[in-house]
């Protein structure tokens, strides 16, 4: 079973970009990597999957044109470049490995989860 531990996270201001880092304990390279977020006072949500062999990418739509998901399965780390943030993406980032068949909307899919890093987008 693969550990995960997010990094990268901070407060910034509207507008401002910010990378996320994602780094595995385990080879990556046979899983599906994702991104999840949690906002205050509401559930879960998905951010961002990256398939694992990297050939597809897929986002949530308030994200999609804003956020990149990419992979290095060399560095064990996947990583979510946030750029144009707003105030609300303000949550704690979760990443995830999942075999490589996940339904990415369902969390009981993914089998690992990192212990998330607080992003703060306030002016």
């Known amino acids: 079973q693969v550990q995960l531990t997010e990094s990268g996270g901070g407060l910034v201001r509207p507008g401002d970009s910010l990378r996320l880092s994602c780094t595995a304990s385990g080879r990556t390279n046979s899983y599906a990597l994702g991104w999840f977020r949690r906002a205050p006072g509401k559930e879960r949500e998905f951010v961002a999957y990256i398939a694992w062999n990297g050939g597809s990418t897929y986002y949530e739509d308030s994200v999609k044109g804003r956020f990149t998901i990419s992979r290095d399965d060399a560095e064990k780390a996947t990583y979510l470049q946030m750029n144009s943030l707003k105030p609300e993406d303000t949550a704690v980032y979760y990443c995830?490995?999942?075999?490589?068949?996940?339904?990415?909307?369902?969390?009981?899919?993914?089998?690992?989860w990192g212990q998330g890093t607080q992003v703060t987008v306030s002016s």
């Open positions: 995830a490995a999942g075999p490589s068949w996940v339904a990415i909307y369902s969390e009981s899919e993914w089998t690992a």
